[in-house]
């Protein structure tokens, strides 16, 4: 993460979108936008049922996109350092990728569910960091873990 991206993301609280990423992320839209055209145009009898269900689909994936994309913030009691923060995280067997800068990033491990989570810190004030969980691939359901990992991250840095 360069300078500009870790500016941006302390002003606006979520990732950037390039170009690349945007098309990427929102091309899974094409198949709700399929199935809401088909049942305006083709199908009598399934068209409510098809625009109904393309519309919720579209909407679950724009939340799911957006959701990854944003950052949650955590008020530290105490202060810690980056290398405090990344010896604590990875006592929960958490691996640490990249460390420098008031920037952590971590794995996190494989469950039955899910191939892991990328977990990213950004230290912006002595007692103030933000927290930011994406699945490891293009996960479709990820039940939760951005919350969970963020309740963790709570714990172990409040005890």
Do not use: C, H
């Amino acid at each position: 993460m360069d300078k500009t991206t870790k500016d941006y993301v302390i002003q606006r609280m979520r990732w950037p979108i390039s170009y690349f990423n945007y098309i990427s992320n929102y091309f899974v839209l094409f198949m709700p936008l399929l199935l809401i055209y088909a049942g305006v145009t083709n199908y009598e009898r399934d068209g409510p049922f098809l625009i109904s269900w393309g519309l919720v689909i579209f909407v679950f994936f724009i939340l799911r996109i957006e959701i990854e994309r944003r950052f949650k913030e955590l008020v530290l009691k105490k202060d810690y350092s980056t290398d405090e923060i990344g010896k604590l995280l990875q006592k929960n067997n958490w691996i640490l990728i990249r460390q420098g800068d008031g920037i952590l990033e971590f794995y996190t491990d494989a469950s039955s569910f899910s191939w892991g989570q990328k977990v990213t810190i950004i230290k912006v004030t002595r007692e103030k960091i933000l927290i930011n969980t994406l699945p490891t691939g293009r996960a479709p359901f990820t039940f939760f873990k951005d919350i969970l990992n963020y309740k963790e991250i709570k714990r172990i840095l409040e005890r």
